[in-house]
């Protein structure tokens, strides 16, 4: 690119300064001249609700037009244009110097509800050596960094601990990523797999160590339970309301694992306690799609959802090793919150601001696919890059327990994200 757009996001309906800056050895020459087309992705839109009561008129038809060449002032070394967006949507760029094509960018107008959130990427299922898997859970972080993540849960099977051990062995470093505590909870007579995110307590040391509270609550649950199930079926759809509760008590977030899993022996759970679970739904999010092994069960999960009302829906990996030093590719989650903090995350996923995807395909609410599919084409490659380097420092510094001299500081991706926004 000889040309480069300053932020990549606008906000809608307010006067603006878009600045283009030249990637040397270019350089912004005051006797070229310098235009630029402008056009919707998605055309003027004139119908529909996503105007938010904004209809656009012929001056706006006029300006964002193929024939319309805008003239750009040449600002200290910079092209600048001054324009306001009419609609949350991704916009066509197109500059010339001197009447001949130069460049090509994109950039995109939010609404004010998204326009202040950032898009945090990363995974909320992860397994250790603590656990069933095969690396231990300082160096799985690390390579959920180099995976191009913000953030990552370790949540082993029955255990709470390995999650915070890791989150203690980055507490101090300074190291621009976020460890979310987690756990995989699985209660006794409970095929369900529940992941509880971000708690501040573990469940599975609750139901442990006071096994006769957990039986009580569940047979409390049962007393209400009146549908025509199996008696297996309705204990285990039991068990896992209380723990969706239990997890709310302890302030994590609830997550429905892979209902669709598909095992030598069927579905891992049995359509009846899915079907309940979603009919009574008490559970804060839905894993749609998980490890590449549950592809065709994945297929299923997405058909199932789209029967069902909207919820906030996750993409993890349900990784349990690392691809090399690295995670294997897989499902991820983009979140649009307003930092990256545990209570930030945890709130976008309970306001459904959410999508599950991986590097070839995005499932969640169309308008905030769109949004991803513009910062996977734009964003997200620089900001890959960037979390590349810094993972490859935080591997160091994980396979010697700490002792390696590893450089955790001065690589800050997180930066990035100011840079993704307009300012004056």
């Known amino acids: ?38 056009l919707p992705f998605s055309g003027l839109r004139r119908y529909g609700a996503r105007n938010t009561g904004f209809i656009p008129g ?8 193929a024939a319309q060449q805008h003239p750009l002032a040449c ?3 910079k092209l600048k244009l001054p324009l306001t967006f009419p609609q949350e949507d991704c916009y066509l760029c197109e500059l010339f110097v001197n009447g001949k ?49 913000d953030y990552c849960a370790i949540t082993d099977h029955r255990y709470f601990e390995p999650s915070l051990i890791a989150k203690d062995f980055y507490e101090n470093t300074g190291v621009d990523f976020l460890v979310i505590p987690g756990e995989e909870v699985h209660s006794p007579q409970n095929r369900v797999h529940i992941i509880n995110l971000g708690g501040e307590e573990s469940v599975n040391d609750w139901w442990r160590n006071h096994e006769p509270e957990y039986r009580a609550a569940v047979q409390k649950e049962l007393e209400n339970m009146h549908e025509p199930m199996s008696d297996a079926d309705r204990y285990s759809a039991a068990a896992s309301q209380v723990i969706f509760d239990k997890i709310r008590s302890v302030n994590g977030v609830s997550i429905l694992c892979h209902p669709c899993w598909i095992r030598p022996y069927g579905f891992s759970e049995t359509e009846d306690v899915t079907d309940y679970l979603f009919d009574h739904k008490r559970f804060d999010a839905l894993e749609l799609i998980a490890g590449g092994a549950y592809e065709m069960g994945t297929q299923m999960q997405l058909s199932y959802y789209h029967e069902r009302e909207s919820m906030p829906v996750l993409g993890n990996s349900d990784a349990h090793a690392c691809f090399g030093d690295k995670l ?28 599950a995807g991986n590097e070839k395909k995005l499932y969640g609410d169309y308008r905030l696919v769109k949004y991803a599919y513009f910062l996977m084409r734009n964003f997200y490659p ?43």
Not at 383 to 389: K, M, T
Not at 391 to 404: D, K, T, V
Request: net charge negative.
């Open 1 to 38: 690119m000889f040309f480069y757009p300053v932020h990549l996001t606008y906000p809608v309906r307010e006067e603006c300064s878009m600045t283009i800056a030249p990637h040397a050895p270019v350089t912004v020459c005051s006797s070229n001249q310098y235009t630029m087309t402008i």
């Open 75 to 77: 600002v200290d070394g």
């Open 101 to 149: 094509s130069a460049e090509k960018f994109e950039i995109y107008a939010l609404e004010s509800d998204l326009f202040c959130l950032q898009p945090y990427k990363g995974d909320n299922h992860l397994h250790s050596w603590m656990s069933d898997g095969k690396d231990s859970p300082m160096y799985m972080v690390a390579a959920a960094c180099r995976r191009g993540y």
């Open 58 to 65: 012929e001056k706006e038809a006029a300006f964002f037009s």
């Open 328 to 355: 294997e590719p897989g499902n991820y989650t983009i979140l649009f919150a307003s930092d990256l903090t545990v209570d930030a995350l945890k709130d976008a996923i309970c306001n459904k601001m959410t999508v």
């Open 382 to 424: 620089e900001h890959s890059r960037q979390r590349d380097v810094l993972g490859a420092n935080m591997i160091r510094y994980a396979s010697s327990l700490g002792e390696a001299d590893a450089d955790l500081t001065s690589v800050k991706p997180s930066t990035l994200f100011a840079q993704l926004r307009y300012s004056d």
